[in-house]
């Protein structure tokens, strides 16, 4: 997974952010924020539901699952399994909101 490590490392530099303005956004201390980036510690499914909103980025934006060239070190931003539950729980979210649309009907507030 360290090609979400990347991504959300250069995402993160294109916004100009340091570190310690992302670890103050999704509330953690900028050495765990740095080694979660570095794909040294776990990458949670809540921590990058939250490094998505800081980023102003959809999750689906994200280079979700592995890639053939990348080696699947178990350590390797330790957060595959993860990243697959998000994928499956977007996935029906989306549905849902199908499910739930109707064209012409407006919400009650």
């Known amino acids: 997974m360290k090609k979400v490590c990347t991504f959300i490392r250069k995402k993160r530099i294109e916004r100009g952010l340091t570190t310690i303005q992302m670890a103050d956004e999704i509330g ?25 909103e800081a980023l102003k980025i959809p999750l689906m934006d994200f280079p979700l699952g ?27 979210l989306r549905k849902d909101l199908l499910i739930s649309y109707t064209p012409g009907k407006k919400e009650e507030s």
Request: hydrophobic fraction near 30%.
């Open 28 to 52: 953690m201390s900028q050495s765990t924020y740095s080694k979660m980036e570095r794909g040294l510690s776990k990458l949670e499914v809540r921590r990058l539901v939250l490094i998505a």
């Open 66 to 92: 592995s890639s053939n060239n990348e080696p699947s070190a178990e350590n390797s931003c330790n957060c595959e399994q993860s990243l697959h539950e998000l994928k499956e729980i977007i996935l029906q």
